[in-house]
């Protein structure tokens, strides 16, 4: 919970390493937005982490 407070935003963050640190900052604590062009797979992510918290 380091990142408890914050916000993250994350540029290209709906797949690979973008996607990686999106999940661990959320694991983290942090609050994510999440900015990609490929907005089906960016919101498969915010579905996957919504149903792991």
């Not at 990686?20 to 960016?42: K, T």
């Amino acid at each position: 919970m380091r990142f408890k407070g914050k916000t993250a935003v994350i540029t290209g963050g709906a797949n690979g390493i973008g996607a990686g640190c999106v999940q661990r900052l959320a694991q983290e604590g942090a609050n994510i937005m999440i900015a990609d062009i490929d907005d089906h797979s960016a919101t498969a992510l915010v579905a996957e982490l919504e149903a792991a918290a």
